[in-house]
């Protein structure tokens, strides 16, 4: 246990290895990208699954709307929050729900690309 009953208050614990506080287990973060239960496996088309792990992917902004976006405009969660069991804290893992819901335990990061030395 760590002391609170449901979401802890943001930076209460330590921060990874980049200085980032908060990255698992505290809430699911909303992500810009639609859901698209295959978006990996339309990336990964195509490349025998023994080469998969020597192809650098960046995380694809998905726009796109599927046959599943007839009934809402459904957004990607990643993160796992304090509901999840700790297999499911990471940050690879990945949920959906509909843009407009909101939960105790879904959250959002403010992201901003990193600049380069001036």
Known sequence: MNGYVFTALAGKFKPNAWGIHD??????????????????????????????????????????????????????LRGGAWTCAPAAVRST???????????????FRVVREASGPE
């Open 23 to 76: 990255m698992h287990g505290n809430v699911w973060e909303w992500c810009q990208d639609r859901w698209s239960e295959d978006v990996y496996e339309r990336i990964y088309d195509g490349i025998p699954r023994q080469e998969r792990d020597q192809v650098l992917l960046t995380d694809p902004l998905f726009e796109d709307k599927t046959d599943q976006h007839a009934f809402g405009d459904w957004r990607v």
């Open 93 to 107: 893992i990945r949920t959906y729900a509909e843009s407009g819901d909101a939960s105790i335990y879904t959250g």
